[in-house]
């Protein structure tokens, strides 16, 4: 492959050698890069700085047989600078590229709208103009749409009723009671509420909900998340110290913020991906 140019976020690096790093981007046009950046980490170099994480950028690469090489690099938009100075805000952001780059898993195959939904969440999150919680727990409900695995929330998610009562990961969302499977949390309406909220992009809504909503919310995207990921998500755990409520009790049946929910009974079915909502606009995080 000759050189070609793309626009992309930095979503991690890797030493290698002495001086160079693997920079892996997830772009607009070719979808997740792994670039070899080739003497960033001497004090002299061009454009070291403009490779760190959060940091939306338009590069230049020469493709090459196992890893491109990044040979031209211009900053966009510097989101690292704000995220990087509120802790909380760090955490969020950095669950959002893991979670990306997880999501995101053949190299060089396009996610355009997984991109838009990156660039949309840490604009939001580096301007701080919503809670950095409900702005991922938006991330992620809303790159789970894209993927496929929309959880149902208007509706049962086995048998379309609309007397919702429970949420239960391993059935794709909010089930009834004939369809509750055992260990279902039961959330409280306002949490439901919160998540459908998140989801459509009503932030006069989500910011209008309490602290105890919000965690329960957070939990249980977060639980919904790794289900469908089958892998946890490093992140969090950072995220969970850091936010105020996170150490408050639970509704009977809800599940931690981290690790594999531990709802599933015999028979348990799996979620139906993506029939309860519409796919997303990857521009909901400009509201």
């Known amino acids: 492959m000759s050189l070609y140019r793309d626009e992309g976020v930095v979503l991690r690096t890797q030493k290698l050698g002495e001086a160079d790093r693997i920079i892996t981007l997830l772009t607009r046009r070719t979808g997740k890069v792994r670039g070899v950046a080739k003497g960033v980490r001497r004090t002299k170099s061009r454009f070291g700085a403009r490779l760190e994480p959060f940091s939306h950028v338009d590069l230049q690469l020469h493709g090459g047989r196992s890893l491109d090489v990044?040979?031209?690099?211009?900053?966009?938009?510097?989101y690292g600078g704000a995220i990087v100075a509120d802790y909380p805000r760090y955490t969020a952001g950095t669950a959002m590229l893991e979670t990306a780059d997880r999501l995101t898993v053949g190299e060089k195959e396009p996610a355009l709208r997984q991109f838009l939904l990156l660039v949309g969440g840490l604009r939001t999150l580096a301007e701080g103009g919503h809670e950095?919680?409900?702005?991922?727990?938006?991330?992620?409900?809303r790159s789970l749409a894209?993927?496929?695995?929309?959880?149902?929330?208007?509706e049962c998610a086995r048998c379309g009723a609309e007397a919702a009562r429970a949420f239960a990961i391993v059935a794709g969302g909010v089930?009834?009671?004939?369809?509750r499977p055992p260990g279902a949390a039961v959330p409280a309406a306002e949490t439901i509420a919160l998540m459908i909220a998140l989801l459509?992009?009503?932030?006069?809504?989500?910011?209008?909900?309490?602290?105890?909503?919000?965690?329960?919310?957070?939990?249980?995207?977060?639980?919904?998340?790794?289900?469908?990921l089958e892998h946890g998500i490093r992140s969090l755990r950072h995220v969970e110290r850091e936010w105020p409520g996170a150490g408050e009790a639970r509704a009977p049946g809800s599940f931690p913020w981290s690790g594999r929910p531990r709802e599933a009974g015999p028979g348990a079915a799996g979620g139906r991906p993506g029939d309860a909502e519409p796919a997303p606009d990857p521009h909901v995080f400009r509201t």
Do not use: K, M, N
């Not at 990044?70 to 510097?78: F, K, R, S, W």
């Not at 894209?146 to 208007?154: F, K, N, R, S």
């Not at 006069?204 to 289900?227: F, I, K, M, N």
């Open 70 to 78: 990044i040979t031209q690099v211009e900053t966009l938009h510097p």
């Open 132 to 141: 950095a919680r409900l702005v991922l727990d938006a991330f992620f409900l």
């Open 146 to 154: 894209v993927a496929g695995y929309a959880p149902a929330l208007a």
């Open 175 to 179: 089930v009834c009671g004939a369809c």
């Open 200 to 228: 459509r992009g009503d932030w006069a809504t989500a910011d209008a909900s309490e602290p105890r909503h919000r965690t329960e919310c957070s939990g249980l995207v977060a639980a919904y998340l790794q289900w469908h």
